[in-house]
């Protein structure tokens, strides 16, 4: 049974309803959960950075080796060396916050570069693009990952320019197409005709306008899978080192003791990494269906 | 029975829902009109007058909630006569405020299993329908001739598959497409617009269908392929006398092909009668706004003495703001002050104005 | 005697497919002529109506003319100055005197911006203008095109068909062209609001002296709104000259079977000047069908009623537009 009703408004008063109203529950349900996810890391984010911790993360405390959650002011308790974890948890963000933004902005920018080059100019341009992307697309992203870390070091800047250009492709193929549908219906022939100079065509009819949702969709999946990446080298070992905490070497760490019944080390970053990237998925997904409308409606 | 009309729509509602508006589009509201057998129904409206809705809803073609949702579609072929709709109001249920529908629920599955059942004869079979664009509607991967053999073998007595293969390049011939036994294997892709086009009626001729729905047939044709493809149309109404409803909103096709005319406005039949009373009478009997319609349209006169068109102020009517009284009132230029007030609150009703010819206007009322 | 406006010398378009799946390797494409061969003039505060079959090659001629497609060869007079070779930048600065109106409704609008905003940003591109006369300029452009104010702060998406339509005329206004190609711009409207337009086209020419090039396969309205029209076929103007010479005393055999369709599709019976044409090379019309002369040749009456005559199909003399007195030209060995 599907019910459709009526708003009981005037003749002459049907305007469009605002997108929030006739969204569905699940996808506010998601966008608010990862925008609290986003606030979280951010502000986090900030108090790391300003050294406002509960403890110093760094501070070895023998005397507190594995305590549990709540010994002693120490919410999540301590690890092997007594350091306080949920201190620690805050100031892992600190390894994937800002080496993130720049995967985000390397895969926006070059992205979006590509895209308006490819589906903007087209002929010559296009194809070479494509090639390249072809090409990037077709090496397993690891195994680029390892030769660069093998080739100069395991620093976390380097994984994120890799992973950055990664995600090129795909944000520039979902430029591209937009652009191919704008020129389809005219549109930036119209612009053109209109005397526009190119620029201002490229940076604020296309990209402002008409790709702006979908870069935020985007920036928001990229920052997932680069929070995603680092954790999974530095559980590896290739990435953040220790001492510094970051929630995969975090986890790694404290993996060692888990069948000893000391689950706390790692579940707590276990745990921090499955909502985080989580939240940022489903804000992506959740973007995409209010913004860009879900298909098959 | 044998007077009675092969197809009969009485007050047909079909409505389709704004999910940004929360509201109803109701692209065809209260439509009555009836097609007697051997004649051509020529159906005439804008776009959004729910001429072409109408001729989907016959056919049980609409896709989108809530569909139809209210009428009667009375079929009678084989001598018996039976409602297309029967059995689905239990699908339905409508909530009425004022007089204005504001709520419908619908089994959708449950109605559409249903509505195939009844339908499933009809379609393609009793009632074949040729649409506007001819190459989307032919199969890409088939060729033209297979596709026509098919629906023979489907909808007629004719099942071996050599006999029905004859008889689809009989049609092929038929519908003047030259070397027909060569052109049975091209795909649509191999011909022209109105090479498709002429393929589309072969196909639905072949089944030996009693009424034939033809939507816009000419509609995005060349201005010469448009001409031919309306002469062969004449040419197989004097020959075959097939049942027609023919619909376009292109009047010069309808005037030359129809018996009889339903101009549609809004989702709803304004004027219904002989075409020669309607698309060639004089202005005063018709309902203004076929008037202003035929006035709009540039003619000799205008050409020659170069004169400005005669336009139709305001917009076409938004199907979801339907006011209250009549629908063209807004747009109106016949409206006297004796029948204002009646204009502006009440609808009028399809009454007859003279023997067989209706209108719904409050300016033929007293 | 009113300026010359636009020229068109010769002008060729020939567009370039690649054939098959290794043609990038082989280099191996195919050659579609759009427009082959085109020279008219327009005048100022004149119409001149081109009309033909689909991919004809109207609208190609329509984008060339303004250099939104560069010309393969020929010239296009502009003023009397040459546009041909004209820089991006030159272009940019003439676009403020030569528009486009679209086909399609929605092409020039936005959708994501208010139509106050597309309409300012119209009138500041080639001009710098104080906010005042931004907002003084909105309010005249909208009564020239019978626009109400209240859908200034709208998106076009809550515009109907003829509200798109005035919006693309006063986008396309604000600019003050004195050039307008018009490519089918009531085709994708309805039949009631299609006059409105057509009279709303006329009403401006006339008050601001525009110059139009109009694109359109609708018969009727090209004979009414035009001063003269050309008639095209396969990429070359067949005839050209005065709208009712061309309507109602047609030379060749192309432009009169286009306007006895017109006429034949609501008369009862057909006349007799495409009776004899109902064979089945009428569905027949496309670029990739080789020809030899005169490209009209395999659908044409006339040439089977001569009896084929050679000269039809020679390669050698394809028939060229030639003038037979008041302008009115035809390509044409047997002109009716």
């Known amino acids: ?297 | 029975m044998k007077n009675a009309p092969l197809l009969k729509i009485e007050d047909l509602r079909t409505y389709f829902y704004s999910r940004s508006k929360q509201a109803f589009i109701r692209s065809v509201d209260g439509v009555n009109l009836e097609i007697r057998r051997g004649e051509t129904l020529g159906v005439v409206g804008e776009s959004g007058s729910g001429k072409s809705i109408t001729a989907l809803s016959v056919l049980g073609l609409i896709s989108g909630g809530p569909g139809v949702i209210a009428g009667k579609i009375l079929f009678g072929s084989n001598g018996e006569q039976k409602d297309l709709l029967d059995g689905l109001e239990g699908y339905v249920k409508i909530g009425r405020e004022q007089n204005r529908i504001m709520q419908v629920s619908k089994d959708v599955l449950g109605w559409e299993r249903r509505s195939d059942e009844v339908m499933r004869t009809i379609r393609g079979g009793e009632i074949a329908m040729i649409f506007q664009n001819p190459k989307a509607s032919l199969n890409p991967f088939t060729p033209v001739g297979k596709q026509i053999t098919e629906a023979i073998r489907l909808h007629t007595k004719i099942t071996d598959a050599q006999e029905a293969a004859e008889r689809a390049i009989y049609w092929l011939k038929r519908v003047k497409i030259d070397s027909p036994a060569l052109r049975f294997d091209n795909y649509p892709f191999g011909l022209s617009g109105g090479m498709c086009q002429r393929a589309m009626i072969a196909m639905a001729l072949a089944c030996e269908p009693a009424l034939l729905i033809a939507d816009e047939p000419t509609t995005g044709l060349d201005a010469t392929i448009q001409s031919k493809i309306v002469d062969l149309l004449a040419e197989l109404k004097s020959e075959l006398g097939t049942t027609t409803m023919l619909i376009s909103h292109d009047i010069s096709v309808i005037s030359r092909l129809s018996d009889s005319v339903v101009v549609m406005y809004g989702g709803t039949v304004v004027e219904y009668g002989p075409v020669r009373d309607i698309l060639t009478a004089s202005i005063s009997s018709k309902h203004p706004y076929t008037s202003a319609l035929l006035a709009s349209i540039p003619g000799e006169e205008h050409v020659r003495d170069k004169v400005a068109l005669q336009a139709i102020e305001g917009d076409v009517l938004d199907t979801i703001n339907i006011p209250a009284g009549c629908r063209f009132y807004a747009r109106c230029n016949r409206v006297t002050p004796k029948i204002r007030e009646n204009c502006e609150r009440r609808e009028p009703d399809l009454r007859e104005i003279a023997p067989g010819h209706r209108a719904r206007c409050w300016l033929y009322f007293d | 005697m009113p300026k010359t406006i636009l020229e068109v010398i010769d002008l060729k378009k020939h567009f370039f497919h690649r054939k098959g799946l290794f043609s990038a390797f082989s280099g191996e494409e195919r050659r579609i002529p759009a427009v082959d061969g085109v020279s008219f003039y327009l005048k100022e505060n004149e119409t001149v109506g081109l009309v033909g079959e689909s991919g004809c090659g109207k609208t190609t001629i329509g984008r060339t003319v303004l250099r939104l497609a560069a010309p393969t060869s020929g010239r296009i007079l502009f003023d009397d100055k040459d546009i041909t070779t004209a820089t991006t930048e030159q272009l940019r600065k003439l676009r403020g005197q030569m528009q486009m109106i679209f086909q399609d409704l929605d092409a020039a609008l936005n959708p994501k911006m208010r139509i106050r905003d597309i309409l300012r940003e119209a009138i500041t591109v080639h001009h710098k203008v104080s906010d005042e006369e931004v907002s003084r300029r909105i309010g005249e452009l909208l009564e020239q095109v019978n626009l109400k104010k209240g859908k200034l702060s709208n998106f076009p998406h809550e515009l109907s068909g003829g509200e798109k339509r005035r919006v693309g005329i006063a986008r396309v206004l604000s600019v003050g062209p004195r050039l307008i190609v018009a490519d089918e711009p009531t085709s994708a409207l309805d039949v009631s609001i299609q006059a409105q337009v057509v009279n709303l086209l006329r009403d401006l020419q006339s008050q601001l002296g525009l110059s139009y090039l109009f694109i359109s396969h609708d018969l009727r309205v090209v004979e009414l709104i035009s001063h003269k029209v050309a008639v095209m076929y396969l990429g070359k103007i067949v005839e050209m000259g005065l709208s009712g010479r061309i309507a109602h005393a047609p030379k060749h055999p192309y432009t009169h079977i286009l306007w006895s369709s017109l006429v034949e599709k609501q008369s009862k019976e057909s006349s007799s000047a495409t009776r004899n044409t109902q064979s089945g090379i009428w569905g027949v019309f496309d670029f990739e069908r080789p020809y030899s002369g005169c490209r009209f040749a395999p659908r044409c009456p006339v040439y089977e009623s001569q009896g084929r005559p050679t000269v039809c199909t020679d390669p050698a003399s394809e028939p060229q537009l030639r003038d037979i007195g008041d302008g009115h030209q035809v390509a044409c060995h047997f002109p009716l």
């Open chain 1, 1 to 297: 049974m599907k019910n459709y009703s009526q708003r009981s408004g005037e003749i002459g008063d049907f305007s469009d309803i605002p997108f929030w109203k006739k969204a569905d529950a699940a996808d506010l349900v998601y966008v608010s959960y990862g925008l609290l996810i986003v606030t979280l890391v951010v502000v986090s984010y900030l108090l790391g950075a300003f050294h406002l911790l509960p403890h110093d993360p760094h501070d070895i405390r023998l005397d507190l080796m594995m305590s549990p959650p709540g010994t002693a002011g120490h919410l999540l308790g301590t690890d092997f060396m007594g350091r306080d974890i949920f201190s620690r948890l805050i100031v892992g963000i600190q390894a994937y916050f800002l080496p993130g933004l720049l995967a985000v902005a390397i895969s926006l920018i070059g992205g979006s570069t590509l895209g308006v080059l490819a589906g903007y100019r087209g002929g010559m341009a296009d194809t070479a693009i494509t090639y390249f992307t072809n090409l990037v697309d077709s090496f397993p992203r690891l195994v680029l990952i390892l030769l660069v870390v093998a080739a100069f070091k395991p620093d976390i800047y380097y994984i994120m320019i890799v992973v950055g250009l990664t995600n090129v492709p795909v944000v520039a193929s979902l430029v591209k197409g937009k652009i191919l549908f704008l020129k389809q219906k005219n549109f930036v022939e119209a612009a053109v005709s209109l005397g526009l100079p190119a620029r201002t065509i490229i940076l604020k009819h296309i990209l402002w306008y008409n790709c702006r949702s979908l870069l935020i969709i985007q920036a928001t999946l990229g920052m997932g899978e680069a929070i995603l990446m680092e954790t999974s080298l530095s559980y590896l070992g290739f990435g953040v080192q220790e001492p510094s905490p970051s929630w995969g070497n975090m986890v790694q760490a404290g993996a060692n003791y888990f069948m000893q019944g000391k689950f706390w080390p790692s579940t707590a970053p276990a745990l921090a990494i499955l909502f985080t990237i989580m939240g940022f998925h489903l804000l992506g997904d959740g973007l995409n269906n209010l913004l860009e409308g879900k298909r098959g409606r």
